[in-house]
């Protein structure tokens, strides 16, 4: 396996090929595992570390799907309180509207939250974006941490 460091916009990424056959490379990116598929194939001549992960795989074996991340299903215990919380997690999303880092996280799980309260401050193009509550509710879950690079579109927390 080759491994590979870069930096990406100020984000370090290690990236580990796993396996190379063809146009398709299995990878693991800062220890999360992706199927990419390439332009073309890697030339073995100018590359033979790279080839040498080739593998083939048995005729019966199903091809690889990439894994995504699955939550666990959160079991709720059954207490007697006057005030039900709601689970971890339910709720509306709160999204990131453009690529970005995160580089604070202002509310904890649990926190009460108002319409415009700053929750969350994103830096996209050398800028810091505060990211505000679009609802009004209790945070149940923070999906993201410090420093992590996220999409648009990206779940950042959730209220409830």
Do not use: C, W
């Not at 190379?20 to 332009?39: L, S, T």
């Amino acid at each position: 396996m080759k491994t590979y460091q870069y930096k990406v916009q100020g984000v370090d990424y290690e990236v580990e090929i796993a396996e190379v056959e063809g146009k398709i490379a299995r990878v693991n990116v800062n220890g999360i595992p992706f199927e990419i598929e390439m332009q073309k194939p890697i030339n073995a001549a100018k590359h033979p570390a790279l080839a040498a992960t080739k593998k083939t795989a048995p005729a019966a074996e199903a091809p690889v799907a990439p894994v995504a991340p699955v939550a666990a299903p959160v079991q709720p215990v059954a207490k007697p309180q006057a005030t039900q919380a709601a689970p971890a997690g339910a709720g509306n999303p709160v999204k990131a509207p453009l690529p970005g880092t995160v580089n604070a996280i202002n509310v904890k799980v649990g926190d009460t939250v108002s319409i415009g309260d700053v929750v969350i401050i994103l830096e996209a193009m050398k800028m810091q974006n505060n990211i505000e509550a679009e609802y009004a509710g209790t945070v149940t879950s923070i999906t993201v941490n410090p420093g992590d690079s996220v999409m648009e579109g990206t779940v950042l927390l959730t209220i409830g």
